[in-house]
């Protein structure tokens, strides 16, 4: 199967905005593709609608007729489930080719959805795991951003391939973007990514603050609710932060234009509790930092562990913050570049052309 003039039903757990994860840019690459992309967002408080954002992609609100199926027996939730992606069709006019669900939550027991949609489970997040086992067993492949996902969703399904994150390449659409570093300091230690996530060790990130007055702390990001996250996250250690004369919290920018963002610093950041070092082996940002060159200072990061020549990687969240110097002092230019999401889209039909072929 080519990836090229589907109809692409894309199952969400973050809704859209200008905050992009992988889900987002998947959604954008597969319209460029010819295809025509649906993005359902998480549910929501208000009713259903369909608007068709700038890149092309439909972005649909949807009110769920069936809900709760996942206290069901298997049998009645597939059936309220194939029930569900009728009306949902009906809903928006377009019999899918494809299904490709990154939510584990929601239609996760696709076995009695008609054979002539190919399913497609998708784990990015190791905490997504509700129904994941159901969702992995009746889909026709499976994908995992990391070796524990895979690991996982192979016991449930053989056809289940590690696509590690994508990063989002210069392009002539990037947004025009014209930012100034804040700060009066001349060294910049960037961090961006979303601030409401519980994995952020804040406390290592004040110490590291407070340890050099001389350099600008700059976090970039949604912080509180945003479309990838309905939660506000109080930590003592992000209020501290704020006091202090280094330290600047910035609102978040579009996803097209963080490439250039990151060129304007001299060290990223990776800060993660060393409890949450295995959920966020391969975090998103992390390939977005490799493309920039840029010195990157990081908390342990396994999926990443051979890129150890391009990162100054801890093992223990307490070497952090010395080896910030270090990170500042590097005049090398880290050439590197990962997959971007056009390369991960050829990765992915190769893996899907392999399943169909057995």
Not at 18 to 36: M, T
Request: glycine residues 4%; proline residues 4%.
């Amino acid at each position: 199967m080519n990836l090229k003039d589907k109809n692409i039903l894309i199952v969400s757990p973050e809704a859209w905005g200008i905050n992009y994860v992988s889900k987002h840019h998947y959604a954008n690459q597969l319209v460029k593709r010819s295809n025509k992309v649906y993005f359902l967002n998480p549910p929501g408080s208000g009713g259903s609608s369909i608007v068709k954002v700038e890149s092309g992609v439909m972005v649909v609100d949807y009110k769920m007729k069936f809900r709760g199926t996942w206290r069901l027996p298997g049998f009645l939730s597939a059936l309220l489930i194939k029930l569900e992606l009728n009306l949902f069709e009906k809903y928006v006019g377009i019999k899918f080719d494809i299904i490709w669900n990154f939510d584990s939550s929601r239609f996760f027991n696709l076995s009695m959805v008609r054979t002539s949609i190919f399913k497609i489970c998708h784990i990015v997040d190791l905490n997504q795991d509700l129904q994941r086992p159901l969702l992995a067993s009746t889909s026709d492949i499976c994908f995992g951003t990391t070796k524990y996902i895979v690991e996982e969703l192979s016991r449930y399904n053989h056809n289940s391939y590690k696509i590690g994150h994508g990063y989002q390449a210069e392009t002539k659409e990037n947004m025009d973007f014209s930012f100034k570093m804040p700060g009066i300091n001349t060294k910049k230690a960037l961090y961006v990514g979303n601030l409401s996530m519980k994995y952020i060790d804040w406390e290592l990130l004040y110490k590291t603050a407070t340890a050099y007055p001389k350099v600008d702390l700059v976090f970039v990001g949604p912080d509180g609710k945003s479309n990838l996250s309905n939660s506000v996250l109080e930590d003592q250690y992000k209020d501290l932060l704020r006091k202090l004369d280094n330290v600047y919290f910035m609102p978040p920018v579009h996803s097209r234009a963080i490439p250039q963002l990151l060129k304007m610093a001299d060290v990223l950041l990776i800060a993660y509790k060393e409890k949450y070092h295995r959920d966020q082996s391969a975090p998103h940002k992390m390939n977005e930092y490799l493309a920039s060159g840029k010195p990157i200072l990081a908390t342990f990061t396994e999926e990443y562990i051979h890129c150890k020549n391009r990162i100054f990687m801890t093992i223990r969240n307490s070497e952090f913050t010395p080896l910030l110097s270090e990170a500042l002092d590097s005049i090398e230019t880290f050439v590197f570049k990962p997959d971007s999401y056009q390369d991960l889209m050829i990765s992915i039909e190769r893996c899907i052309q392999k399943v169909q072929e057995n």
